[in-house]
């Protein structure tokens, strides 16, 4: 329940989708339940969703005449609602648009991710990330995200050869993107050494979709204290942890989450971050169970990796929030022999589909804890065998 007492400080939106051939409305209303957790993680608050069936986005509103002025009416009649969202890429003249006729302001879900990873980072790299995938998002929007843009430029200086204001910004804006492509380069260089001074230790690193409790994982076995909260995106920065499970020590590494619908310029901008992943020599990926679309969470997160070049990696797979997973799935009148008869076909499923690379567990209940522990350490033990073989024999 929202209070109302709230909406009056914070600030309001409404959110727009599509229900297209490519997109059920099963599964756009899926994706507005993530939009609306992505802007309460950027602090809006949404208090309505506007759904139109079309063949395709109109190309000059993304939604009909008809539904815009439905939106529009809507905003008239609630003030307090000053942003729109809508859940697809908007182009620059689409945006310029619909602000015209709405009368506030319009963002995409794109903008709205990039504003949460704007907010989040704390690293010289993750700003630098940040904002370099905030320029490639600008360029090719200038011309309906400025309002001078069609005047010529003016004022002692200004005037160049024929110069409009338009290819001055765009100009502006390209050498932005290639001084933070120079200073991301230089970062990187100084992220390859340190990774290098690490020594031969086996990499892990956790992956998966966004909260679904990497970091609390990696807490639990790092027994260190990385930032952990229930909105998507908490962690931006990768961390990495020494852990010594019976004496045999490996690095462990938290990643930012990947999402559906992830902005191309951010994977692209922050790969340089998610080396970690593909230099790993074991990936941990980590899956929210008890999500009713955990198995598309599950595509996503393989598709990512796969652009990443990782999708070969040793894998374990992490079915994270049992705990929430049976008490949201059974009945609390369901007997306990069908129970674990269900329990147990899932786990079968997944044994044969991971080929037994997977552990269920509850990282806030601690639940097989030491079982995921266990399979971590054989798996590490397994990859000195292969990557440093005389180096397995000291880890027994």
């Known amino acids: 329940m929202i209070d109302k007492k709230q909406l009056k400080q914070e600030q309001q939106t409404v959110l727009v989708g599509l229900v297209t051939p490519g997109q059920s409305s099963e599964q756009l209303n899926e994706y507005l339940d993530e939009l609306a957790f992505l802007s309460e993680t950027a602090g809006v608050i949404p208090v309505k969703r506007f759904i139109q069936k079309l063949p395709h986005p109109d190309s000059r509103t993304f939604v009909g005449k008809g539904k815009l002025e439905e939106i529009r009416q809507y905003l008239i009649s609630h003030s307090a609602v000053e942003l729109v969202v809508f859940d697809d890429e908007l182009t620059g003249s689409q945006i310029q648009n619909i602000e015209k006729e709405l009368g506030v302001k319009t963002i995409d879900r794109s903008d709205l991710i990039l504003d949460i990873f704007a907010s989040r980072a704390q690293t010289a790299q993750a700003k630098t990330q940040v904002e370099l995938a905030q320029y490639q998002y600008i360029l090719p929007r200038l011309k309906g995200m400025w309002k001078h843009l069609e005047r010529q430029g003016g004022g002692v200086g200004t005037r160049g050869p024929g110069e409009t204001e338009i290819e001055t910004d765009r100009r502006i804006v390209k050498d932005k993107i290639s001084l933070l492509r120079k200073r991301l380069t230089e970062i990187d260089k100084q992220s390859f050494t340190q990774r290098k001074e690490r020594g031969e230790f086996i990499r892990v690193s956790l992956v998966g979709y966004t909260n679904v409790g990497k970091s609390t994982i990696m807490n639990l076995l790092s027994k260190s204290d990385v930032f952990a909260e229930n909105k998507l995106f908490a962690t931006l920065d990768t961390t990495t942890r020494k852990i010594v499970f019976e004496q045999t020590p490996f690095l462990l ?20 971050t998610l080396d970690e992943v593909r230099e790993a020599d074991i990936l941990l990926h980590v899956v929210d169970i008890s999500h009713p679309q955990y198995e ?38 369901l007997d306990d022999e069908v129970k674990v008869e269900l329990l147990g076909d899932l786990k079968q499923r997944w044994q044969e589909e991971t080929i037994g690379n997977c552990v269920f567990i509850s990282a806030t209940e601690k639940t097989n804890i030491d079982v995921l522990r266990q399979t971590i350490l054989n798996k590490v033990r397994e990859m000195y065998r292969i990557r440093y073989p005389y180096k397995a024999e000291y880890f027994y």
Not at 317 to 327: A, L, Q, S
Request: aromatic fraction near 10%; hydrophobic fraction near 35%.
């Open 253 to 272: 590494s938290d990643t930012v989450g990947f999402i559906r619908k992830l902005p191309h310029h951010l994977v692209e901008s922050f790969k340089s």
């Open 296 to 333: 598309e969470q599950v595509d996503v997160v393989n598709k990512t990796l796969a652009e990443l070049g990782a999708q070969d990696r040793p894998t374990i797979t992490i079915f994270n929030k049992m705990d929430k997973y049976e008490k949201e799935t059974f009945d609390q009148w």
